[in-house]
Structure formats: structure tokens, C-alpha cells
């Protein structure tokens, strides 16, 4: 058995109820994801269109991430998914640097890396990944890409040459794919990311990675003191409080 | 940074989670520099006692490994004080995992930490005869198998090119991270090395003999050259991923770290590679300090940036 994850873009309407239920389901802390949609415009007026892709870790083969971790925190199961396992992660970010796709963080409560598993917990006890229940329009597909009657093998021999993953030239053999996504949405040089215009909130980069209030003493002394400090989401909400940048620019 | 604009598909990111910034930062440019400085002096000792007599550098054999013991635990400390797990940094000795460069240079430095404290041990007992008193076992013992220290050298000079171009494989592992994955970075480490070795040594040169002293120069001068044309050669003309050379050609136009880079290449490089020159002719010692110095921090400056610019690349 291998499992395989499917999305199909001309269905995904950008609800992020994945999104959504992927925080809930596995305590994504805040300002962390493992499952995000990134939303894209396309064109120009008046032929303009809204494209949505989500994005979380494709569970690769051939898995860069799996490859360079020094403990084996990151490791195959038996049915193909690249699963963690936190209490061994040392906090390298070694894998960080490896996955092309940028789909690992660094929980700043546990100070350990994660990404998506697939919910290899649900599927332990034969349920689906949360995300894929809480689609309402059915786009995640999700499956056995072994078995040739499976929903996902049907679908990708359905959509034989439309059927697209994600930097194929990084030889990882994602076993996530997607269908209905053009060059913009899947490659980071074919679209503009401008800073302080967006729909909803700006672009911003995280200047740190994992809790701003634990420093490198803190990671030393949480043994012993707990790990009190709360997850700061100033840096963001400094940052959406610019707004003179941003309407400048025709933002909202 | 490399929004171009894109005609072609006119496409533009409206909606993101915030893009996470430097995941390895400045700890990581101490460890490898410091990486440098430790094997460094172990190539270079080897190669000054090649080619000339002992007592020519009456210091070196003690010397050596207390600057190599010194850089290295710098360079462990820094690389425990990144993790952000640091207790459970002997997971990496009891579940190691083979495949990680993370794991073999982990070992292999560790090893390589070994032998020099022993070295140290010798070449310190050796050099202070009543260090520790009569009682001391410890210099006793390490009197006693003085010859040792001759005949674990080779040894620690061929361990010393895995321990100081590990870090390159590590790069070549992190594919998200494709400036990196040059194998020219092999060959920039070991320069690295030799720089940062010859450039320590030089300030423990004072009482060698003045060919001792022109050979380190002369190390030093070659190292900042080829390094220098290397960089050069990685920043300019090699051949990378459209997503690499979008990164470059941001850095290229002024952008975040152009500054810094050049700076550095000024700093550590080019003005060193004239003293050094200058040395070899005028042999005034101030000019070669401060040309070493020079060369140390203007290393630290270029692996910073050059540790950073790569994490610029948009993964999605
Ligand atoms: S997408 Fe990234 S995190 Fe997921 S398996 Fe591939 S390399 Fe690892
Ligand atoms: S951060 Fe954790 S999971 Fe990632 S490579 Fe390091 S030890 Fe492995």
C-alpha cells in the first residue's frame, strides 16, 4: 500500500476548511501551518482569475527531509507516509533546509520540527485525513495510489498528462499530486509575492522561527522551568498595523 | 527580492501564511568558522613540519592542538546552542542515522576532538616538564608515550578533510537550498580551511624562522586567491536552477547582503592576498598580523552571507 494525495484545483474554491481542520485536528500552534492555501491572481482586468492551491509536505519517495535528519525523527511507515516523531527530533532544522517545498516548521511549543503526516493517526484507525472530510467540494483525494481501483488511481487515469507535482526537477517523487494547476500556481518564480498587498492581510516573513520569548538560554533551562512563555504573535500584528505602505499600494 | 515581473502569466500572490524567515543564522557561520580555524592549524603544522625542521617552530607541537581543542569546542558548543533540542543531542550517538551527513560529521568531528585533546595532553606535558607536579599521573602518562603524538599525527591530518568538508555535504543534502549544492563548496571549504589555519598560526609565528614564517604567508596568500576566485567564479558564472540564479540576480542588483558580501570579499580576501604578497618581500611581521586578522573576519563575513542568501529562495 502506498497512500497518495490528490487535489484538484478546478474544484478547490479557497474556503480553507482544510486549512481549518488540519490546525484543530492536530494543534498547529499559531503562526505555524501544515497545511495552508495560498491564493494567487491571475491575468489582467478585466480578464483576471482567483487560483487556489493548498500545500502541505507531498510525502515524498525519495524524501530529502527523511534522507538528512540525523535521528531518524523523520522516517517512512509502511503505507508511504513520511511520518515525525517528536520525541526524538532534536531541533536541527537539518530538515528545514532539505524539504524544497518549505513544508516543515518549527513548533515553538514542543521546539521540535513537524509538517503534515497525512493524520497517519486517523488512518491508523482507517479514517481519513481531516482535511479531506472537511472539504466540502471533494477536491483532497486521498487514497491507495497501489491499488489500480482506488478513487485516486482512477482520478489520475482520468486526468493522464494534466496530473502535476510539485518542483519535479528535485527527483523527490512526491506522492502528492494535483490536477487543474497551471505553471503560476505550483512554480514560487512564475508569480509576484508584493509586500504589504494582499487581499486579506500583507505578505509578511517571519523573522523567527519557533517562539520569539525562547531564546537559546530558554532552550537550555526548559527542562527544568517549563516552557511558560506564550507564542508572540506581535511580529504580525506590528506589521498589519502598517497600513499607510499598503493602501499606498491600493490595499484595502 | 525576485518578484520579477512577470508578464507571461501576470500572476501575483495575493494570500500566504508569512514566509518563515533565516532558518540558519549566524550560530551556524561561528561553528564553520570556527570548524575552519580547528582543522586549519592541524594542515597546516603537518605540512610546516613536512617542509622544515622541528625546532624551527619550537611552539607548534603544543600549540597546534590547544588552538585546534579551542576552535573545536567553539564550533560543538555553537552547533549544540542551534539545536533546538540541545539535551537530546546524544540521540545523534545513540539512534544515528547513516544516511544524514548530519550523523557521520557529528561522529566524525567527536573523534576528531579526541585525538587532538590527547595531542594537547602530550604536546603540553612535553613542553612544561613540571606541569603537575612529580605526582601528576596524567603528564606522566603522557610523557611516557610522547612518541605517540608522531604517530597519530598522519592519522589526525587525514581525519581533518571529512571533519572540515562535512559541512559541505550537509549543503549538498539541504535541497531546498540550491546555492548551496555547488560541489565547488567541497573545495571553498577546504581553502576555508587552509586560510583560517594559516592566518591562526601566524600569530604564534613570532620566534620561527623566517622560511617557516614565508610558507605560512605563502599558504595564506594562495588560500584567499583561490577562495577568492572560486567565490567569484559561484557568484558570476556557474551554471544553477532558475530559482538559485533569480536569488543571485537579486543580490547581484544591490539587494539584501550585496553589501555584506563584497565587504567581506574586500575585507578577507583581496587585501590579504596583497599583504600577504607584500610579505613575502618586505617580511614585516604587523603587515602579516594584520593581514591574518583581516583574513578571519573578512571568512566570517563572506560564510555568513553566504549561509543566508540561499535561504532567500521562495520555496512555494
Ligand atoms: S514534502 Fe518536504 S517534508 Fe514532505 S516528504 Fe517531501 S521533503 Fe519531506
Ligand atoms: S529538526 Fe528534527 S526532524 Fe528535522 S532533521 Fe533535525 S532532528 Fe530530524
Redesign the pocket.
Known amino acids: 500500500m502506498k497512500l497518495g494525495f490528490l487535489v484538484d484545483l478546478n474544484l478547490c474554491m479557497g474556503c480553507k476548511g482544510c486549512e481549518i481542520a488540519c490546525k484543530v485536528e492536530n494543534e498547529v500552534p499559531l503562526s505555524t501551518w501544515r497545511l495552508r492555501v495560498k491564493y494567487i491572481d491571475l491575468g489582467t482586468f478585466p480578464d483576471t482569475r482567483r487560483s487556489f492551491t493548498p500545500l502541505r509536505c507531498n510525502h515524498c519517495e525519495s524524501a530529502p527531509?527523511e534522507r538528512?535528519?540525523?535521528?531518524s525523527?523523520?522516517h517512512y511507515l509502511e503505507n508511504g507516509i513520511v511520518n515525525?516523531d517528536s520525541d526524538?527530533?532534536?531541533?536541527?532544522?537539518?530538515?528545514?533546509m532539505a524539504c524544497p517545498y518549505g513544508a516543515?516548521y518549527m513548533d515553538p511549543e514542543t521546539n521540535?520540527?513537524d509538517k503534515c503526516t497525512y493524520c497517519a493517526h486517523r488512518i491508523e484507525s482507517g479514517m481519513m485525513p481531516a482535511c479531506v472530510v472537511a472539504c466540502p467540494v471533494e477536491a483532497n483525494i486521498f487514497g491507495d495510489i497501489e491499488d489500480d481501483h482506488s478513487h485516486i488511481s482512477l482520478y489520475i487515469m482520468e486526468h493522464k498528462g494534466a496530473v502535476q507535482v510539485r518542483k519535479p526537477e528535485k527527483h523527490t517523487s512526491p506522492t502528492h499530486f494535483y490536477v487543474g494547476g497551471g505553471n503560476a500556481t505550483l512554480n514560487p518564480l512564475a508569480h509576484q509575492r508584493i509586500e504589504g498587498f494582499s487581499l486579506f492581510n500583507d505578505i509578511t516573513h517571519l523573522e523567527h522561527v519557533g517562539d520569539k520569548n525562547h531564546g537559546i538560554l530558554d532552550r537550555f533551562l526548559a527542562p527544568f522551568t517549563g516552557h511558560h512563555g506564550p507564542t508572540d504573535n506581535a511580529s504580525f500584528i506590528e506589521s498589519a498595523t502598517d497600513t499607510e505602505s499598503h493602501e499606498q499600494e491600493g490595499g484595502h | 527580492m525576485v518578484e520579477s515581473t512577470i508578464n507571461a502569466t501576470q500572476a501575483v500572490v495575493t494570500l500566504d501564511v508569512p514566509i518563515q524567515g533565516l532558518v540558519w543564522g549566524s550560530i551556524i557561520t561561528v561553528n564553520m568558522w570556527a570548524k575552519s580555524i580547528g582543522t586549519g592549524v592541524v594542515f597546516l603544522a603537518a605540512f610546516l613540519w613536512f617542509r622544515h625542521k622541528k625546532d624551527e617552530m619550537p611552539n607548534l607541537r603544543w600549540l597546534m592542538p590547544v588552538l585546534a581543542f579551542v576552535s573545536l569546542n567553539v564550533f560543538l558548543l555553537f552547533t549544540l546552542i542551534d539545536l533546538?533540542q540541545p539535551y537530546r543531542m546524544i540521540h545523534i550517538f545513540t539512534h544515528p542515522h547513516w544516511t544524514s551527513s548530519i550523523t557521520v560529521g557529528a561522529w566524525m568531528a567527536s573523534l576528531f576532538l579526541a585525538i587532538i585533546t590527547i595531542l594537547m595532553v602530550i604536546g603540553v606535558a612535553d613542553a612544561f616538564p613540571g606541569l603537575g607536579g612529580k605526582k601528576c599521573k596524567l603528564t606522566a602518562i603522557a610523557r611516557n608515550n610522547s612518541g605517540f603524538y608522531e604517530k597519530i599525527m598522519p592519522f589526525m591530518v587525514f581525519l581533518a578533510i571529512p571533519v572540515t568538508t562535512y559541512t559541505a555535504i550537509i549543503m549538498a543534502q539541504s535541497s531546498a537550498r540550491e546555492l548551496w549544492q555547488a560541489p565547488t563548496e567541497v573545495m571553498q571549504m577546504m581553502w576555508a580551511a587552509l586560510m583560517a589555519g594559516s592566518a591562526a598560526l601566524i600569530f604564534i609565528s613570532g620566534s620561527w624562522s623566517k622560511e617557516a614564517r614565508k610558507d605560512l604567508a605563502l599558504v595564506l596568500t594562495f588560500a584567499v586567491f583561490f577562495s577568492f576566485m572560486m567565490y567569484m567564479g559561484e557568484y558570476f558564472f556557474s551554471f544553477k536552477s532558475s530559482e538559485a540564479e533569480a536569488v543571485l540576480a537579486y543580490v547581484h542588483s544591490g539587494g539584501a547582503y550585496s553589501v555584506e558580501f563584497w565587504f567581506g570579499m574586500t575585507l578577507g580576501f583581496i587585501i590579504p592576498f596583497f599583504l600577504g604578497m607584500s610579505y613575502m618581500k618586505s617580511e614585516n611581521m604587523t603587515l602579516l598580523r594584520f593581514a591574518a586578522i583581516l583574513a578571519l573576519v573578512g571568512l566570517f563575513l563572506v560564510k555568513d552571507v553566504w549561509l543566508k542568501i540561499p535561504q532567500m529562495l521562495p520555496l512555494s
Open positions: 527531509c538528512i535528519c540525523p535521528v525523527a523523520l515525525i526524538r527530533c532534536i531541533g536541527c532544522a537539518g530538515c528545514m516543515i521540535t520540527a | 533546538h
